[in-house]
């Protein structure tokens, strides 16, 4: 039975199959190949899919619903109607839409796919992506990064050289950047970097707020159609704007007329914010790769990607034009396509192989002594590990005949274990001994699906192994900027001076920023500063203090150097610019 490849995006959904030797994109009913991501509930209860739905936006805004995806892996419902729905539950409507679409297409029913997520999708969200394929009644093959697709499919269809490229995807809800390394017929993502709350919604949102402003309308008094439909002609004017100088939006409220002309000068200046945004995800890509060397080309894929102040904007960073892939809001879907063919082991795809790295760093909560209060990070998976990873770690009880050792797990680049993701806990009991002598192992995998596996096993006669899987312990955006707030408020109770708590506090941020060797180097430099702190040792760190200053500013040098000054391309005439527009159809 085929299994096929689905792009479960924010904004639009496809689904792709390997056959015949090549990847074809499956037609929805209405004969199209993308399909809005986009529910609504009717009055007798039934569920509308796609296109309509979106439609329904405007004129059933309190039963319709669109974007949920940015809610995967969250508590939150969406209320439709009388009805309340899991963003999982509402994505499996989605998916239910484009299995009935493959079923009359292929003329037998689908069970079994391959799903993109975003690369920056964490370990709560991509549980909820397999749930909600479960809710639609579907075994999931594989889950892939969704620049990780795009890179396949580029690679395959230019058959392009060797080399390092950067695949920009600029969505409707999400930002991604890849740096990957094709070497022969391996595809290696060296580094990821992204923002999966940033997309062309952001950019309509722009766009209607400076529509409010100037028109002195407050947007949360507009009636809820009003503002929906200010939202599409939003998009609309932007999407006509890559093909014409002007657009205009309008509104009539009573008797009133409001209206904007928006140009792509005034575009560009609205874009601001989210193109520094950009930029910041672009350099970060840059830096967290795993091997330096030259990038021979830059891949743009999504639809917002085809905006022209998105293009000039990049040409400007850059100082060359990117490459626009030919279908660049469909290559993701090709590639999950072609990787739900490398799944079924289609003879002609056999030598396409692919790895893929960690997006964020995942440890455990650990103390530096016994009158630690703040737990900091033991990182055992560092962020950009080639996928799958699996590490080890021992650790050893702090107490004199402890009972047990308790493992917080979490995820993020944050000093603090509280800075971070909690994903969940595992515990194993000790023998009774003297502090420092009775251990525990604990042992991380991740898998290539991007989920974490856990046990701990611990010292002496006395054996308990524990495992956790895709623990479903949630926290809400809400919850965890709360925690985040508790802890800074902590860190202010105990700061001794101004002067030496800002020490600290940079030291912290340069965890964040820095890698390898670099944040080890950090990472110590903390451990001792915090330590001569908690301690009061005023003396101490009146002696230290111009040392640790020198060293942290010698780090601010690394961690700021601008990626982007940095010559990292590849001289004109040695490069390969894969040549979409060569291939024929
Ligand atoms: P996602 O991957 O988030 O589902 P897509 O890659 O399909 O999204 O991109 C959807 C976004 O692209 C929307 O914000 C839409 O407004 C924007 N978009 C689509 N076509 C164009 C275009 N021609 N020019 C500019 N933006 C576009
Ligand atoms: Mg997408």
Known sequence: MAII???LGTTNSLACIYQDGKVERIPNELGEYKTSSAVSVLEDGTVLVGAAAKERLVSHPETT????????????????????FKPEELSALVLRQLLEDAHRYLGEPVTEAVISVPAYFNDDQRCATKLAAQLAGLTVKRLINEPSAAALYHRYRTQSGDGQRMIVDFGGGTFDVSIVDCFENIIEIISIAGDNRLGGDDIDRAIVSYFCKENRLVENQLEPSMRASLYRQAETAKIALSSAPAASISLQQGETQYSLVLSNDLLRELCQPVFQKVRTVIGRAIKDRERVGRISDVILVGGSSQLTVFGDFLEELFGRRPHLAAEPDEIVALGVGLCAGIKERAEDLQDLVMTDVCPFSLGVATYNHTGDRTPHMAILIPRSSMLPASHQERFYTLHDNQHGLRFEIYQGEGYFASENLKLGEVEVRVPPGPAGEQSAVVTFTYDIDGILHVSAKSSGGDYRDQLILNPNLHLTEEGRSKAMERIQQIQLAAQGSQRDQLLLERGLRLYTQLLGSKRDMVARIIGFWKNLMEQGD????????????????WLETQAEADPLDEDFWLD?????????EEMED
């Open 5 to 7: 490849g689905i792009d």
């Open 65 to 84: 619903a669109a974007s949920f995806k940015i809610w995967m892996g969250t508590e939150k419902f969406l209320t439709l109607g009388k009805r309340q």
């Open 538 to 553: 005023l003396i101490g760190r009146e002696k230290y203090y111009t040392q640790i200053r020198d060293q942290l500013d």
């Open 572 to 580: 004109e005439e040695d490069q390969d610019f894969g040549g979409y």
